[in-house]
Nanobody, 121 residues
Framework: QVQLVESGGGLVQAGGSLRLSCAAS????????MGWFRQAPGKERENVAA????????SYAESVRGRFTISRDNAKNTMSLEMNSLKPEDTAIYYC??????????????WGQGTQVTVSS
């Protein structure tokens, strides 16, 4: 089973930037699509961004499109989320997740422990 470890969360003022990283164990990283999810207090977990196994296909939630950028480095088994122009409504716990196939489909099979992102107004 893969281990996913997020880092990079923290407290930032509105309009600021943060970069989240996810490190994955194992030697089959490129075979699976990956995604970033977030969950705010009292809300359901939502998919923020996703990327195919090869990195050529990305998708974003409408609420973050144009502000967030997802990327991956298969040689280093890492995935990142660059977050710019942050808003208070971006405050949530952000989770790294691995899908079950090379393309994004269905639900993730593996999750990281999450990292807190707090955006102050």
């Amino acid at each position: 089973q893969v281990q996913l470890v997020e880092s990079g969360g923290g407290l930032v003022q509105a309009g600021g930037s943060l970069r989240l990283s996810c490190a994955a164990s194992g030697r089959t990283f490129s075979l699976y699509a990956m995604g970033w999810f977030r969950q705010a207090p009292g809300k359901e977990r939502e998919n923020v961004a996703a990327i195919s196994g090869g990195g050529g296909i990305t998708s974003y939630a409408e609420s973050v499109r144009g502000r967030f950028t997802i990327s991956r480095d298969n040689a280093k088994n890492t995935m990142s989320l660059e977050m710019n122009s942050l808003k208070p409504e971006d405050t949530a716990i952000y989770y790294c997740a691995r899908f079950q196939k090379r393309l994004v489909s269905g639900s993730p099979s593996d999750w990281g422990q999450g990292t807190q992102v707090t955006v102050s107004s």
